[in-house]
């Protein structure tokens, strides 16, 4: 039970960070590596917030808006100036990159290499017990958290014009165009909410472990990977289910096989789905092989 | 003069030897794109080769020769069983189903013990010298450089610009990127198997996800147009850390993190405005220079 109830808490942060990678790859086809990097600022500039003596509810937002805007400067410098190329993707993969470097090394210039914590007394400690598994206040709140930003971006691409265009963009540009959408706003508010859940992501897993540094994306991006491969490139439930998926599998791995195989999992995953089934779980069937 | 140059030799020994690996590495990943297969394995190949040599000659007592030769050939054989399944993904899902490959490799050499694990094996013998990583590397680049001029150069240009119309034209793609890959995988291999017996240890967290972007960002930088660009962003990267350790306390910051901002700062100019690497420069130079002249006669 209480491996469910570690697992989950897992799963809810990995699925709130692939949501926001796999909302770009689907918008664009273009695999935005630097997201790992604004879930990592966006823990850092919540934690300079906390700093400055904000209370951790105020705070969270605000770094979780600072992760957007960080996204639509990331869509203006590393992916604008790429789109009409022939080979976008690729070139887009690496601009990205590059990007993710300039954002570390950012981090490590402002807050040096070492591990920083949340001043003592931001989290709540308070534990209860459910069906024998301790449960603390904070793994509620980070359950909760993210399950309402599952339901309200779900609300955002099913019910509002920002979200229809979204979806028109994604399945051809070139139409969405066509029939008067502003193709360029559309892309950079995907940005914008795409950054903005993984900035909520990399808030959260600060909060979770009580650790910030400026490499901590890095195990995570991967991870974050595996989940939208698994889950379908550009699906969202996909994403959610994929997520909550591996932080199971992880956290049983842990305890049945020893923490230094954890990593292994997502990775040989990764490798046989894309072998296995390329479209993953919930992807629509499309062209993936040559 | 002559201990001059001596001294001079020992100081910068290992950015050397460090600029005909990551020279070795480059043109790893070179290959693969060569024929537009963005394929991120090759931090796994190098472990690979890296650790075949360095059992061989630890624990097989073999001549360095022979595990020389099995860094190359051992990885080369894996990238088979590897290859004939992701090299039917396109783009970005091959590029990540190799990123996933490199990261299995990396986490079982974590968790075998034979091989201690995540501190890796140490005081292998000193085999490699700097001439030799060299004399290896001139090698390479001349079997590359032959490559692109030969008929099978041409295929795998064709392969790059358009797949589809290449294997419709009788090419038989699949063989040719395969082929690729393999060969992609010995280099790295062989830059493992160097790196080991020149730096006396290995350890599964030098062959990580950052290894190879750092080979990604070497062929970037320079150029894949040719062979040049990936041996010219390798030398300019391993250098430029070095040119720029004194500039760091000057700016009053740490050199690592300078590091990382110049480089990534120099990847994003390159990619934005010279697609082509900075061995276009040159050519882009002359020609503004030969138009500059016509325009004047």
Redesign the interface.
């Known amino acids: 039970m209480q491996q469910v109830v570690n697992g989950i808490f897992l799963g809810s942060i990995y699925a709130l960070f692939a949501l926001g990678y796999t909302l770009v790859f689907g918008v664009l086809d273009i695999l935005n590596l630097a997201h790992a990097a604004v879930f990592m600022l966006a823990a850092f500039v919540a934690l300079a917030l906390v700093g400055h003596g904000l209370h951790i509810l105020a705070a969270f937002p605000l770094a979780v808006l600072g992760a957007g805007l960080l996204g639509v400067l990331l869509e203006r410098v590393a992916f604008r100036p790429l789109r009409a190329r022939a080979d976008s993707n690729i070139s887009g993969l690496i601009s990205s990159l590059a990007m993710a470097t300039i954002f570390e090394a950012v981090a490590y210039l402002v807050w040096g290499p070492n591990v920083s914590r949340f001043p003592f007394g931001t989290i709540p400690e308070s534990q209860f017990h459910l069906g024998g598994a301790v449960i603390s206040r904070l793994q509620v709140t980070i359950i909760g958290v993210a399950v309402a930003l599952f339901v309200a971006l779900t609300w955002l691409v099913t019910r509002t014009r920002l979200g229809r265009e979204v979806r028109a963009v994604a399945e051809s540009p070139r139409a969405a165009r066509v029939l008067g959408v502003d193709v360029d706003r559309v892309i950079a508010w995907s940005f914008l909410i795409s950054s903005a859940l993984g900035g909520a992501a990399g808030v959260l897993y600060a909060l979770a472990f009580n650790a910030i540094q400026p490499d901590m994306g890095r195990g995570v991006e991967l991870k974050g990977l595996a989940v939208i491969v698994l889950g379908g490139m550009g699906s969202m439930p996909g994403a959610v289910v994929a997520g909550f998926a591996l932080g199971l599998t992880e956290v049983f791995v842990v305890a049945n096989l020893g923490a230094s195989w954890r990593d292994a999992v997502s990775f040989a995953g990764l490798f046989l789905i894309l072998v296995l089934r390329p479209r993953g779980l919930f992807g629509a069937a499309a062209l993936r092989e040559a | 003069m002559m201990e001059g140059l001596a001294d001079l030799y020992a100081t910068y020994q290992s950015t050397l030897a460090y600029i005909g690996l990551n020279g070795l590495l480059a043109l790893s990943i070179y290959t693969s794109l060569s024929c537009g297969q963005?394929a991120l394995g090759n931090a796994g190949f190098a472990a690979i080769g890296a650790y075949a040599a360095a059992l061989l000659t630890m624990n097989a007592g073999a001549p360095f020769p022979l595990a020389l030769a099995a860094a190359a050939v051992v990885p080369a054989l894996v990238a088979i069983p590897l290859g004939l399944?992701?090299l039917?993904?396109?783009?970005?899902?091959l590029?990540?189903?190799t990123?996933?490959?490199g990261?299995?490799v990396r986490?079982?050499l974590?968790?075998w013990d034979y091989v201690n694990?995540?501190q890796g094996l140490v005081a292998i013998p000193q085999k490699a010298s700097v001439g030799l990583i060299w004399i290896v590397l001139a090698a390479a680049t001349l079997l590359l450089w032959r490559l692109r001029g030969s008929k099978w150069g041409f295929a795998l240009e064709a392969i790059r610009q358009d797949?589809?119309a290449a294997r419709t034209m009788g090419i038989d793609?699949a063989s040719y990127k395969l082929a690729m890959l393999m060969l992609g995988a010995a280099l790295a291999g062989l830059a493992g198997g160097l790196e080991a017996h020149f730096t006396f240890m290995v350890a599964p967290n030098g062959f990580g996800?950052?290894r190879v972007?750092d080979m990604?960002?070497f062929a970037?930088v320079g150029g894949i147009a040719s062979v040049w660009g990936p041996l010219f962003g390798a030398s300019f990267l391993t250098v430029l850390p070095e040119a720029m350790r004194d500039l760091a306390p000057l700016l009053g910051?740490?050199p690592?993190?300078?590091r990382?901002?110049v480089?990534?700062?120099i990847?994003?100019a390159v990619?934005?405005f010279l697609?082509q690497g900075l061995v276009s420069l040159g050519a882009r130079w002359r020609e503004r220079r030969a138009a500059r002249a016509r325009r004047a006669a």
């Open positions: 963005l399944p992701v039917r993904l396109k783009g970005i899902f590029a990540i189903a990123i996933g490959f990261e299995v986490i079982g974590v968790n694990g995540a797949e589809p793609t996800f950052s972007v990604l960002v970037v910051i740490e690592g993190p300078l990382m901002l480089n990534g700062l990847l994003l990619i934005l697609p």
